[in-house]
Nanobody, 128 residues
Framework: QVQLVESGGGLVQAGGSLRLSCVAS????????MGWFRQAPGKDYEVVAS????????YYPDSVKGRFTISRENAKNTVYLLMNSLKPEDTGVYYC?????????????????????WGKGTQVTVSS
């Protein structure tokens, strides 16, 4: 059974930083691209980062580019999301998800529909 477990969320002041972790079990993380998503209250899911299976390619939407960094340690079956210069609008539940392929186009990697396994999320709250 595939499980993705996120951790590292919390309450932080605007301008602060957090690092989220996602540990996978039941699958070999190194075979798949991974992504981080978030959902703010009353809003749809939004992708915030994706990374190819070997870690050589990353994609970010303009809303977080330059502030968020996705990375992975395949030997530990773990993916990370480092979030700097946090803003109140970054508040939401953050989810990691595994893709069905090792890599793809930017459009594919940033598409929610290409991810097939999801964690239960970790809350991030940024106060102003």
């Amino acid at each position: 059974q595939v499980q993705l477990v996120e951790s590292g969320g919390g309450l932080v002041q605007a301008g602060g930083s957090l690092r989220l972790s996602c540990v996978a079990s039941g699958l070999t993380l190194g075979n798949y691209a991974m992504g981080w998503f978030r959902q703010a209250p009353g809003k749809d899911y939004e992708v915030v980062a994706s990374i190819s299976s070997a870690g050589g390619t990353t994609y970010y939407p303009d809303s977080v580019k330059g502030r968020f960094t996705i990375s992975r340690e395949n030997a530990k079956n773990t993916v990370y999301l480092l979030m700097n210069s946090l803003k109140p609008e970054d508040t939401g539940v953050y989810y990691c998800a595994s893709n069905s392929v090792p890599y793809g186009s930017k459009r594919y990697m940033l598409s929610q529909d290409s991810y097939n396994y999801w964690g239960k999320g970790t809350q991030v709250t940024v106060s102003s």
